[in-house]
């Protein structure tokens, strides 16, 4: 059975800096998906962005990047110039090909002003 | 906009009545709908998978004679908590898969229930 470990449960930064969420997963698959969702306090959850487990490049979206690391299955999160909007409960999660998601138990972050 | 619509998005119940959430996806079909579970500062625990045509997949722990799933349509998936009690109160999200070789996966925006 998959597993996704997310070793941080809670993290403050200033605004503007930089910081990076943790998340290792185990799996026995070699074609996966990965993702980090982002559930603000409405709960609704808003995806940050995604890896496909074939790709080698890493996946940037605008702030956010991650470091993916297929061999060590690692899979952080990389947040530039925070803002106070980024404020939220952030997921690590893994998707198997039957769709069937399975998420880390979140990292509260908190941008400070 | 949203592409899953989830409803209600909060219900109060006393003890011993059923509860439905209905799950909608909106302008696709989905054939496989999840059901979550989050507990107050807590992750979402996959509760089961609903399939369209087919009995709902319940994941280890779950009690499927409490948590009914049907998937009545393509399109539709609802969850019925039956004779709730207070334990059940919780916050209940549904998300659905979308689309074939990059697959994305939509999320309903969750169902607080409380029972009394």
């Known amino acids: 059975a998959q597993t996704v470990t997310q070793s941080q449960p809670e993290m403050s930064v200033q605004e503007a800096e930089t910081v990076t969420l943790s998340c290792t997963y185990d799996?026995?698959?070699?074609?996966?998906?990965l993702f980090w969702y982002k559930q603000p306090p409405s709960r609704q959850m808003i995806l940050v962005i995604r890896q496909e487990a074939y790709k080698q490049q890493n996946a940037t979206e605008n702030r956010f990047s991650v470091n993916f690391q297929k061999a060590a299955k690692s899979f952080s999160l990389k947040i530039s110039d925070s803002q106070l909007g980024d404020t939220a409960m952030y997921f690590c999660?893994?998707?198997?090909?039957?769709?069937?998601?399975?998420f880390g138990k979140g990292t509260r972050l908190h941008i400070l002003p | 906009g949203a592409v899953v619509s989830q409803h209600p998005s909060r219900v109060i119940c006393k003890s011993g009545t059923s509860v439905k959430i209905e799950c909608r996806s909106l302008d696709f079909q989905a054939t496989t709908m999840f059901w979550y579970r989050q507990f107050p500062k807590q992750s979402l625990m996959l509760m089961a998978t609903s399939n369209e045509g087919s009995k709902a997949t319940y994941e280890q722990g779950v009690e499927k004679d409490k948590f009914l799933i049907n998937h009545a349509s393509l399109t539709l998936s609802t969850l019925t908590v039956t004779s709730a009690h207070p334990e059940d109160s919780s916050f209940y999200i549904c998300?659905?898969?979308?689309?074939?070789?990059?697959?994305?996966?939509?999320f309903g925006s969750g169902t607080q229930l409380s029972v009394l």
């Open positions: 998300s659905a898969p979308r689309g074939q070789g990059v697959v994305k996966l939509f």
């Open positions: 799996t026995s698959e070699n074609n996966y998906y």
């Open positions: 999660a893994f998707m198997s090909l039957d769709d069937k998601i399975i």
